[in-house]
Every structure is written in C-alpha cells, then in structure tokens.
C-alpha cells in the first residue's frame, strides 16, 4: 500500500467518526495544559496509531492524545485526530482531521479532512495541493496592508506577542479572525481565502501538515524568526503564509515577541 492511500483511507474513517459524534451537549474533558479532549478524539488517534504500527511497524507516530516513538525513525506520521476540540465539542462545524508523513523531520505527505462539507485537501512533495482532486493556489497578495490573518493565542503558548494584534489591525488595516483550528485556517490560506496565520505554539501535530500543503500550493511555513524546522518533534512556533508577504509578516512579529 502507498503511502497517499493509507493516509487518505485513514482521513475516510476519521471522518466518519467526526460526523457520528458531532452533536450539541458533547462530553468532554479538560486536559492538564487546559484544552478539551473528547471520546473522539482519543478513538481517532487510537485508530492512526493502530493502523501505523500493523501497516508501517517501522514507523513512529506523532500524536495530540497517543503517540507511538520510535527512536531513530526515518518515517514520522505526525496526526491531530481533530484539530479544532473547542469548536467541534461546542457545536461548532469548524474542524478537521490532519495527518502529514515527515521523512526525517520534513513533511512529504499532507492530508486534512473537513469532515462537515466534504472538503479533503492533500498535498504530495512536488506534486502541487488539490482540494477534492482540484488545484489550488495562495493569494497573490503582495502588501501587508490589507491582509486577512488568523491571529492565534492561547495562554498556554510558549511564543506570545502581546500588541501584536492591536498593531496588524490599526497600522496595516488588517482584517483579523479566528476559528479554533489553525489547520483549518491553513486549507482556506492554501485556497487564497486569506493570506497569513500566526502560531506561538511548540506542537508540531498543529502544523506538520500544513506545511506541506500550504507549501505546494505556493505559499511559506517557516518558524517565527523564519527560518526552517522539523516537523517530527517540538517547534519553534509557526508563520504561515502566502510568501509574498511573508518577510513582512516577519518583521512585524519580531517587535512583539515575548
């Protein structure tokens, strides 16, 4: 089996399960860092890490709720079972399922699921990013001034940028909003329906795999100095966007770091 296939196979049931499981009055429970986690979640992480260790034994897995380590391993899957917990365990239809393939710490292979509306989006190393098999491209952006960025921030961050928010908005004119999942804010970037996101988080399961898909459709991942990383362990937070403004984007980070 391919890899592209095992992963979409596993987007497939994943999907299945958002879908029987979203509901008003979701159980959940608070983790120790804050963050809800749901019954869904641990069964879809449960079932990549399952279906890695019977398919690929050799390959490690990466995961929010359950991870399986491998020291050494060449071949990473780096899995959020459902990013986006806030929305999804509140009713809201803005999540998704993400799995990536690193290769030695660099993604290959990006796959994210908007179970709700049917949206798959997939992206191979040097093959392009496809939404439901449609090509897809960045914005073609080339000002800061009047971007639309996701902004996101969470108390428990390790990279803050206080003032950051009030500078975008009010000396660039930029349009700023947020939907719970940085992944999906990262399939409608690899759209071209905004144009930046920032991350100041360490989690490489929030990001690995959109660096690729973004990446393939044309735009920039790098981490908040802008320089690269790997995808199979800790990062140093994450700026995304249609590389056009990227250095801008850079820049304007720098001053608000913390």
Not at 49 to 73: C, Q, R
């Amino acid at each position: 089996m391919d890899y592209k296939n095992f992963g979409l196979n596993l987007a497939k049931q994943a999907g299945g399960i958002m879908r029987e499981n979203f509901m008003l009055g979701m159980d959940r429970t608070i983790k120790a860092d804050g963050s809800p986690v749901t019954k869904t979640d641990l069964a879809i992480n449960s079932l990549v890490v399952e279906a890695v260790k019977n398919t690929f034994p050799g390959h490690a897995v990466l995961g929010e709720e359950e991870s399986y380590a491998i020291d050494g391993a060449e071949y990473v899957w780096v899995c959020d079972p459902v990013d986006g917990t806030i929305p999804f365990s509140h009713g809201m239809p803005t999540f998704c399922f993400s799995l990536a393939l690193c290769k030695n710490g660099e993604p290959i292979l990006g796959i994210a699921l908007d179970a709700m509306l049917d949206r798959l989006f997939v992206a191979e190393k040097g093959q392009g990013a496809f939404l439901n098999g449609k090509k897809i491209h960045v914005s073609k952006l080339a000002k800061f001034d009047g971007a639309y960025i996701s902004h996101c921030i969470w108390s428990k961050m390790q990279y803050l940028m206080p003032g950051f928010l009030d500078d975008v908005v009010f000396n660039h004119n930029v349009q700023s909003f947020g939907i719970g999942s940085i992944v999906y804010n990262a399939m409608l970037l690899a759209a071209g329906e905004i144009d930046a996101i920032t991350f100041g988080h360490t989690t490489a399961h929030d990001v690995a795999a959109i660096k690729i898909i973004v990446e393939e459709a044309g735009g920039k991942v790098t981490d908040l100095w802008g320089g690269e990383q790997r995808y199979d362990r800790d990062i140093k937070g994450c700026l995304i966007s249609n590389g056009l403004i990227h250095n801008q984007l850079i820049e304007i980070v720098e001053k608000h770091l913390k």
